[in-house]
């Protein structure tokens, strides 16, 4: 038996979710999402990249916003999970404290450091290997520190009076020197081979240098060294390379009669502004009977213009007069992400990293189930 070939127009209905007045319907309730019972639905590499896309929107270095179209929510997720969790980054985990005789704890203290995002040359931070952390079971078989697991930082502040400071001054920036501990304040010290990746502008430092640490007073000081190592967000959030990593189904509007007049303005304000747009109505669509245009030349319109603003709120739905009028849905297949980097990847290069990362996993499993064919 030949498989059932849709058409175009049942292709196209399936790929939107339908938005209710308080419902969500025709979301996929197959088996398999995207396989439909009778129909060929084999992979093939040319109708995958007949069918994908990414359309960027805005891509700056610490948030990039970009359309991922014709795949399944799976991938996608997949995707976001990777950006989140299991692309390695620096930051501080061990902290040795010299000297700390400001009001902050010690334990306070060390727990900011480690939340300070830190940026470097992405190629020594790709270079470094993995530090191995000493277990319960086994407290000597830890890393022993080095050039190629453990990047060095200090931090070496004294609060001392300013003798230039005027005389009716009651500000404590200019009354002390250091009385604000920044981030700026921490230093680096490459060690051995770091000086061929670490240098210059690739050197590992703060990516906010007015990071507010701690605040001084004359007589307080803090001393201490800072062992940064890689880690991943699913080991602890300040391994984390972006701040969010998030997408969203790309809205589906549709105007199915009319709205004319004062209801257009009244239905523009449902939605945030630039979805909705207005077009006068031509007298060659005014005079067509049974478009409900007739009688209504010259008068303003409803269209959609951008539906990639929209938030899909539900606004319009509550209104009677637009009842019939409108349909609200989500493009099943068209993902709009939204990362912000904490700055030590580009945001752009921080998804490049993910398809790295999800490679590797797809080679470890064909590696995996060859094995378990033998």
Same mark, same amino acid.
């Given at each position: 038996m030949a498989p059932v070939v849709p058409s175009q127009e049942e292709l196209d209905h399936r790929k939107i979710i339908n938005i209710n007045a308080e419902t969500v319907t025709n979301i996929s309730s197959t088996d398999f999402p995207g396989h439909w019972p009778g129909e060929d639905h084999e992979w093939a590499l040319d109708k995958f990249r007949r069918d994908f896309r990414v359309e960027f929107f805005q891509n700056e270095p610490y948030e990039a916003s970009f359309s991922f179209i014709g795949v399944d929510a799976?991938?996608?997720?997949?995707?976001?999970?990777? =950006?989140? +969790? +299991?692309?390695? &980054? =620096?930051?501080? +985990?061990?902290? %040795?404290?010299?000297?700390?005789t400001s009001v902050i704890q010690d334990e306070v203290l060390a727990s900011r450091l480690g939340l300070i995002p830190l940026q470097g040359s992405v190629e020594g931070i790709n270079w470094m290997r993995w530090f191995k952390k000493p277990t319960d079971d086994d407290p000597q078989g830890g890393s022993s520190p080095s050039d190629y697991n453990t990047v060095v930082l200090y931090l070496d502040v004294e609060c001392t009076i300013n003798p230039n400071a005027a005389p009716d001054e009651d500000d404590p920036r200019e009354l002390y020197n250091n009385a604000h501990v920044y981030a700026k304040d921490i230093s680096f010290l490459p060690?051995?081979?770091?000086?061929?990746? %670490?240098v210059g502008e690739g050197a590992i430092r703060p990516v906010n240098p007015d990071i507010l640490i701690a605040k001084l007073?004359?007589? @307080?000081?803090?001393? #201490? +060294? /800072?062992?940064?190592?890689?880690?991943?967000?699913?080991?602890?959030?300040?391994?984390?390379?972006?701040? &969010?990593?998030?997408?969203? /189904? #790309?809205?589906?509007?549709?105007?199915?009669?009319?709205?004319?007049?004062?209801?257009a303005k009244k239905f523009a304000k449902c939605f945030p502004g630039g979805v909705i747009g207005f077009e006068t109505i031509t007298s060659e669509e005014a005079s067509q009977k049974g478009s409900g245009y007739e009688d209504h030349a010259g008068e303003q319109k409803a269209v959609v213009r951008n539906p990639f603003?929209? &938030?899909?709120?539900?606004?319009? /739905?509550?209104?009677?007069? %637009? @009842?019939?009028?409108?349909? =609200?849905?989500r493009v099943q297949d068209h993902f709009i %992400?939204?990362?912000?980097?904490?700055? @030590?990847?580009?945001?752009?290069l921080l998804f490049l990293e993910s398809v790295k990362v999800l490679k590797l996993k797809c080679a470890r499993l064909k590696r995996d189930l060859s094995t378990l064919m033998r």
């Open positions: 799976s991938i996608a997720n997949a995707f976001r999970r990777i =950006l989140i +969790e +299991e692309i390695p &980054t =620096l930051a501080v +985990e061990y902290v %040795f404290i010299h000297l700390n060690i051995g081979r770091q000086e061929q990746f %670490f007073r004359p007589g @307080q000081k803090i001393n #201490m +060294e /800072l062992h940064c190592i890689k880690g991943t967000g699913a080991d602890h959030a300040k391994f984390s390379p972006v701040g &969010t990593a998030t997408y969203r /189904l #790309m809205p589906d509007i549709k105007i199915l009669r009319p709205i004319i007049g004062d209801d603003n929209d &938030t899909v709120s539900r606004e319009c /739905l509550r209104h009677e007069e %637009f @009842q019939g009028k409108v349909k =609200l849905g %992400f939204n990362i912000e980097s904490t700055g @030590q990847f580009p945001s752009d």
